[in-house]
């Protein structure tokens, strides 16, 4: 009998791409020269996902990067939020 275990049900960093596409295309609607940006996108990554955003942006140059989804938060499910901040 194959047993599935935790591992086999999580998507991992599979979904990186994608959040930063969108994290992306937020960004290109914000005003340029901002010390701290709040981008929110549609569709909850799980936290391995968030910490490898984090990693990405941070390597970017960013200061300070935090990425949360509205369930950490205690809100509804559903968003994920990026704060990052220049200084």
């Not at 969108?22 to 609607?29: C, D, G, L, R």
């Amino acid at each position: 009998m194959n047993i599935t275990s935790p591992q086999e049900m999580t998507s991992g960093t599979s979904k990186v791409e994608e959040a930063v596409s969108k994290f992306e295309e937020q960004f290109a609607k914000d005003e340029k020269d901002q010390q701290y940006y709040h981008l929110v996108i549609v569709g909850e990554y799980n936290r391995q996902t968030c910490d490898e955003v984090e990693k990405i942006y941070s390597q970017a140059g960013w200061q300070k990067v935090k990425c949360r989804t509205s369930s950490e938060n205690g809100e509804r499910g559903g968003l994920t939020g990026l704060q990052l901040y220049r200084s």
